[in-house]
């Protein structure tokens, strides 16, 4: 059976493309950093889709320690077919107050994850001379937020990895692309007073909604699937029509 590994896949997104890649037939490795109970929830439904499922606690933003875990997990468990870069974090305030620890903790987390958690499973790829690499940008990236100086450089940080990585590896049938959610119905907008939801986030969305978590996963699923055999480098938005 195909193997997806799906970082951050216990809650919001990361959960969803795990549901939707098992319901698609594929076994999942799952990364947590903190919420046991959650993967384990995640690893029971996959479970009862038929499809196997491992979880593995890890914090992406751990550098070298972080690489040798994910290394270690594809030796035991074999290399992933799709690998899913989803695990992220914000830590928001304007950039004139925003503190350096602020700042590296979310560079290290949504983007020199891509670094650390890439690499060992691009490694067996390469070998194997095919896969699918598919990482969790953002409309951030593409656009800016304001007060969101840091998330929106990792996320720009990202997309630019992913053209550059698709040029790297195409030549071994490996495909690197992403997706880039603009807001979603996660914890991160229900963070969010509702009427500030209201009045300054719906206004600026032509579809006047938020995203459902699951619509992100059909995107993602799309591109571990077949008919996306010949994309690559490219950065599909999920974002309800808001400006890019």
């Known amino acids: 059976m195909p193997l997806a590994m799906v970082t951050g896949g216990s809650r919001g997104i990361g959960r969803s493309i795990a549901i939707r890649l098992a319901a698609d037939g594929f076994d999942l490795i799952i ?17 009862g889709k038929g499809r196997e499922a491992r979880i593995i606690e890890l914090d992406v933003s751990a550098g070298s320690d972080a690489e040798s875990k994910v290394a270690a997990v594809v030796d035991s468990a074999g290399c992933p077919d799709v690998l899913v870069n ?27 994850s891509f670094y650390s958690v890439t690499r060992p499973v691009l490694r067996q790829m390469l070998r194997r001379r095919s896969g699918r690499i598919i990482s ?18 990792s996320k720009a940080g990202l997309i630019g990895a992913t053209k550059a990585l698709a040029l790297e590896v195409a030549a071994r049938n490996i495909l690197v692309n992403a997706v880039a959610p603009g807001f979603i119905e996660t914890e991160m907008l229900a963070g969010v007073s509702q009427q500030n939801v209201e009045e300054k986030i ?5 579809l006047k909604r938020a995203g459902k978590p699951e619509e992100v996963a059909a995107v993602v699923a799309f591109l571990a699937s077949d008919g996306a055999a010949y994309i690559t480098g490219e950065v599909i938005n999920v974002n309800g029509g808001l400006y890019t």
Not at 88 to 112: H, I, P, Q, Y
Not at 202 to 206: A, G, T
């Open 86 to 112: 989803n695990a992220g974090m914000v830590r928001d305030t304007l950039f004139a107050t925003m503190g350096r620890e602020s700042w590296e903790k979310v560079l290290n987390t949504n983007l020199g």
């Open 31 to 47: 990364t947590y950093r903190s919420r046991v109970d959650d993967a384990n929830e995640v690893a029971a439904e996959i479970r």
């Open 202 to 206: 719906l206004p600026l969305i032509p």
């Open 136 to 153: 969790i940008a953002s409309t951030a990236g593409l656009r800016g937020n304001a007060g969101q100086v840091n998330y929106s450089a």
